[in-house]
């Protein structure tokens, strides 16, 4: 339970660690999301994320970002579930909940050397490409699991 959790940073803690993992020369990858209820199509995202450098960030909505994205009745975990959930998966290396509606602030101030997105973004309109390009770092899409997504699932479970 302690890896777990202290896998989970707040930003200034975060900005140290990638600072740490730049000194050490490793590559950091940043994505983002609710990450709702965990399914198959994150695990493969997250996967596919991880491979693209050393270490793993995930920037996690708060419960209130999630609320003025998804509705009233989202998230269905609470952020405090939603961030150990994916601070015990073994290829994610830190986790940090943003409370805006875009982890644009958040990407800005730790410049992670790759930003991905899900591949139902295009580059142009992923938030923070500008900055992390400016910085030298490279933006990409990964191509997303068909079929699996929380609001399928939670309308699976209301019929």
Known sequence: MERTASKIKDRQGLKNWVERMHQKGDKVVFTNGCFDILHLGHID???KAKALGDKLV???NSDDSVKRLKGETRPINGEFARARML?????I???CVFGEET???LIEFILPDVLVKGGDYTIDTIVGANAVLKNGGHVQTIDLVEGYS???IIEKLSK
């Not at 601070?87 to 290829?91: K, M, P, R, S, V």
């Open 93 to 95: 290396d830190a986790v």
């Open 45 to 47: 995202y997250l996967e």
């Open 150 to 152: 929380t609001t399928g």
């Open 58 to 60: 995930v920037g996690l």
């Open 103 to 105: 982890p644009k602030e």
């Open 87 to 91: 601070a015990a998966l073994g290829f």
